[in-house]
């Protein structure tokens, strides 16, 4: 095994999460590399719906060190955040080596074995932060498998043009689901099915509104207290696409049928009703496999503290969601994770 492929650190996801622990390891001295598996920067970005839309201004969708610089419209698209995270990777000179997949890790004497595309590297303390994207989520719903129309899950999902004049029952009741329904609502005739009721925030509640309440409520509790919610991450913002589709009176939900049969659902009251295509908005888990050698993943989480995985030294994982850290599947709230991340690895190494 050639020297020059052991580092101190490897970071396994060369997206936004990535992109924030190596701003804080190029600081440290300590010899590092990030492993991304795409073809170019962007991350999961690369990979989401053309019209999709950051939920806060590009200000408070920011890396650390760097504001990402404010565009023509007030809410970022996929394009100005791929061109920002491009950018970002050149400006700092992040040590990015791609494609290279990582197919598994283990650990012997002390070390991370990574076996992967482009032969095997080591390391002595390791970051996964491969995120969610490549880990839809489809719940098993009743004859699902019977369906002959179309079924897509917003991973997969593009824009309304597969859809025109079609008839299209879009589940999930996310900032996912309104933005897709929004767009397909356009061409199509839509149904919204949703556990229940989907929140709408205000209209001047956006993205920043809910990481400052995160970290206030985050340090109310250090301090035993507890504060009530304006919102949570998980409810819908008032984008414009949002705002147009209420205009058009197209954001009503309805409650979950009980199965599939060949050509559509069947409702609660026994009633079947026909669609051309289901576009599946229900989220994603964690993409954890390339760690599943090391035997700490259950139930699709491997247990930690912080950041930090209890039942293995020297291993790390970043911008997987709360479990992980506040917010820290954000771009803003990334940031304060990969900070803290990176002061332990320099510890643990030392």
């Given at each position: 095994?050639?020297?020059q492929?052991?580092?101190?650190?490897?970071?396994?996801?060369?997206?936004?999460?990535?992109?924030?622990?190596?701003?804080?390891?190029?600081?440290?001295g300590?010899?590092?590399?990030?492993?991304?598996?795409?073809?170019?920067?962007?991350?999961?970005?690369?990979?989401?719906?053309?019209?999709?839309?950051?939920?806060?201004?590009?200000?408070?969708?920011?890396?650390?060190?760097?504001?990402?610089?404010?565009?023509?419209?007030?809410?970022?698209?996929?394009?100005?955040?791929?061109?920002?995270?491009?950018?970002?990777?050149?400006?700092?000179?992040?040590?990015?080596?791609r494609?290279?997949?990582?197919?598994?890790?283990?650990?012997?004497?002390?070390?991370?074995?990574?076996?992967?595309?482009?032969?095997?590297y080591?390391?002595?303390?390791?970051?996964?932060?491969?995120?969610?994207?490549?880990?839809?989520?489809?719940?098993?719903?009743?004859?699902?498998?019977?369906?002959?129309?179309?079924?897509?899950?917003?991973?997969?999902?593009?824009?309304?043009?597969?859809?025109?004049?079609?008839?299209?029952?879009?589940?999930?009741?996310?900032?996912?689901?309104?933005?897709?329904?929004?767009?397909?609502?356009?061409?199509?005739?839509?149904?919204?099915?949703?556990?229940?009721?989907?929140?709408?925030?205000?209209?001047?509640?956006?993205?920043?509104?809910?990481?400052?309440?995160?970290?206030?409520?985050?340090?109310?509790?250090?301090?035993?207290?507890?504060?009530?919610?304006?919102?949570?991450?998980?409810?819908?913002?008032?984008?414009?696409?949002?705002?147009?589709?209420r205009?058009?009176?197209?954001?009503?939900?309805?409650?979950?049928?009980?199965?599939?049969?060949?050509?559509?659902?069947i409702?609660?009251?026994?009633?079947?009703?026909?669609?051309?295509?289901?576009?599946w908005?229900?989220?994603?888990?964690?993409s954890?496999?390339?760690?599943?050698?090391?035997?700490?993943?259950?139930?699709?989480?491997?247990?930690?503290?912080?950041?930090?995985?209890?039942?293995?030294?020297?291993?790390?994982?970043?911008?997987?969601?709360?479990?992980?850290?506040?917010?820290?599947?954000?771009?803003?709230?990334?940031?304060?994770?990969?900070?803290?991340?990176?002061?332990?690895?320099?510890?643990?190494?030392?």
């Open positions: 095994m050639a020297d492929q052991h580092f101190d650190v490897i970071v396994i996801g060369g997206g936004q999460s990535g992109l924030a622990t190596g701003y804080f390891l190029r600081r440290t300590l010899k590092y590399i990030i492993l991304d598996e795409q073809e170019k920067p962007g991350g999961a970005w690369l990979k989401t719906w053309d019209s999709l839309k950051l939920f806060s201004p590009a200000e408070h969708s920011s890396l650390p060190g760097w504001l990402m610089p404010k565009g023509d419209e007030a809410y970022p698209g996929k394009a100005q955040v791929i061109q920002y995270l491009t950018d970002y990777e050149n400006r700092y000179k992040l040590p990015v080596e494609p290279v997949a990582v197919h598994s890790v283990t650990k012997a004497n002390g070390r991370f074995i990574l076996e992967t595309s482009k032969g095997e080591t390391c002595s303390a390791l970051v996964s932060a491969t995120g969610t994207w490549k880990k839809p989520f489809i719940p098993d719903y009743l004859g699902r498998d019977e369906f002959e129309g179309i079924q897509v899950h917003s991973a997969q999902y593009r824009n309304e043009q597969e859809f025109v004049n079609k008839k299209v029952l879009i589940i999930g009741g996310g900032n996912s689901g309104a933005q897709i329904l929004a767009e397909v609502s356009k061409v199509a005739s839509t149904t919204w099915v949703t556990l229940e009721e989907p929140k709408f925030l205000p209209d001047d509640v956006d993205g920043r509104y809910l990481f400052e309440f995160a970290t206030r409520q985050y340090k109310a509790r250090q301090e035993g207290k507890e504060i009530k919610p304006v919102g949570s991450l998980g409810d819908v913002v008032m984008v414009a696409s949002v705002k147009e589709a205009e058009r009176n197209v954001l009503s939900t309805v409650r979950p049928f009980t199965a599939f049969y060949n050509n559509g659902v409702w609660p009251d026994g009633t079947k009703e026909a669609f051309d295509a289901v576009i908005c229900t989220g994603f888990k964690s954890l496999d390339h760690l599943e050698g090391l035997n700490i993943v259950e139930n699709g989480r491997i247990a930690t503290h912080d950041t930090k995985a209890t039942a293995l030294d020297g291993l790390w994982l970043v911008g997987y969601g709360g479990w992980t850290g506040y917010a820290s599947a954000t771009l803003i709230g990334v940031g304060r994770t990969a900070r803290q991340t990176v002061k332990e690895i320099e510890d643990y190494l030392n």
